[in-house]
C-alpha cells in the first residue's frame, strides 16, 4: 500500500498538472471507486461537475483536491493511482473514473486494479474533510507536535511497531517505512513503548523525517506497478532500503542476515544483532 512518500509524489504532481484547471466532466466507470460517496455515482459526479480545483493537500496517506468549499478526497488503498493522459488515448481496463477539464488538456484517470482505493466528495472539507479529522497529523506537516505524540507513545502499552502504523498517534508510517525507521534507530519492533527513553523517542520522530524526505526524492518506492507518480513513472527507494523485504541478506551495518518474523499479517525485517529483542518488550 503507498506510505505518506508516495501519496506526496502524487499530491505533488497534481499540484503540478491540475490546479487551475475547471473539471468539464465526470465519469464513474465503477460503482465500487465511489462506494464511499454515500449519495451515490451520480451525485458523486454532479457535485464536481463545472468546480474548478483550487489546490491539493495530504494527511498520512490521504489526499483531496479543494473544489470550493467541498473536496474530492482519494485513498489510493493498495493499487490507486491517478493519472494523466490524453483525452484521446483509450481507456484501459483499470479505470474506474475519468474527470476531463475545459481546457481540453490531459484528462485525470483514477486507475486501480485491485479497487480497494476509493474517492468521494467531502462537504465543507477544503481545510480538512471530517471523515478523516480523527487521523493525526503526519511528521511533515507543520500541525505535527512532536511533544505530544513521543507523551502518548509512551502512554500506550504495546510495542513501538505498532503504535507507529496507529493512524490516531501518527499517521502516514506503514510497514515500509515503519522497519526502516526502527533499524535506523536500532529498536526491535516489539520494543514496549512506555519503556522507550525520551531519546529513544526523538531519535525515532527524526529517522521516520529523514527517510521520508530521502524517499520523496526519488519518487517513492516501487516495488511493482501498481504504484507510480501521475506520469507512471516508478519511485527508486526500493534501491535504499536496509532491512524490509531482504530477508537472508547482510545487514548493511553488521553483516548479520536479515531476519523476517510474521506481524500482524505481515511481516516485519529487522537485524538480529542491531535491534535486539526484548523479553516481553523489556530489556
Known amino acids: 500500500m503507498p506510505e505518506l512518500p508516495e501519496v506526496e509524489t502524487v499530491r505533488q504532481g497534481l499540484d503540478e498538472h491540475v490546479v487551475g484547471r475547471r473539471i468539464e466532466s465526470v465519469e464513474v466507470l465503477h460503482p465500487r471507486a465511489v462506494r464511499r460517496h454515500e449519495a451515490g455515482p451520480a451525485d458523486f459526479a454532479a457535485r464536481l461537475r463545472g468546480r474548478r480545483v483550487d489546490g491539493t493537500r495530504r494527511r498520512g496517506k490521504y489526499l483531496w483536491l479543494p ?100 493512524q490516531s498517534l501518527i499517521s502516514g508510517v506503514g510497514n515500509i517505512y515503519a522497519d526502516e525507521a526502527l533499524w535506523r534507530t536500532r529498536l526491535h519492533f516489539a520494543r514496549a513503548t512506555e519503556r522507550l527513553r525520551p531519546a529513544e523517542v526523538a531519535g525515532l520522530i527524526a529517522a521516520v523525517r529523514d527517510i521520508f524526505a530521502e524517499a520523496l526524492n526519488v519518487g517513492g518506492t516501487s516495488f511493482d506497478s501498481l504504484y507510480v507518480n501521475v506520469n507512471g513513472e516508478s519511485g527508486y527507494f526500493d534501491r535504499s532500503l536496509n532491512v524490509y523485504g531482504r530477508e537472508g541478506e547482510p545487514c548493511p551495518r553488521c553483516g548479520t542476515p536479515v531476519r523476517r518474523d510474521p506481524f500482524m499479517n505481515r511481516s516485519s525485517y529487522t537485524c538480529p544483532v542491531c535491534q535486539r529483542r526484548p523479553r516481553n518488550g523489556r530489556w
Open 67 to 166: 473544489v470550493g468549499e467541498d473536496a474530492l478526497l482519494a485513498h489510493l488503498g493498495m493499487s490507486g493511482q491517478f493519472l494523466l493522459r490524453p483525452p484521446d488515448e483509450p481507456l484501459s481496463s483499470h479505470v474506474r473514473v475519468r474527470l476531463t477539464f475545459d481546457d481540453g488538456g490531459p484528462d485525470l484517470r483514477f486507475t486501480d486494479q485491485r479497487t480497494f482505493g476509493h474517492l468521494l466528495v467531502a462537504a465543507d472539507g477544503a481545510e480538512l474533510p471530517a471523515v478523516i479529522a480523527h487521523i493525526a497529523p503526519d511528521p511533515l506537516e507543520a500541525a505535527f507536535d512532536a511533544s505530544w505524540f513521543a507523551g502518548r507513545l509512551r502512554s500506550r502499552r504495546t510495542g513501538v511497531k505498532r503504535a507507529l502504523l496507529d
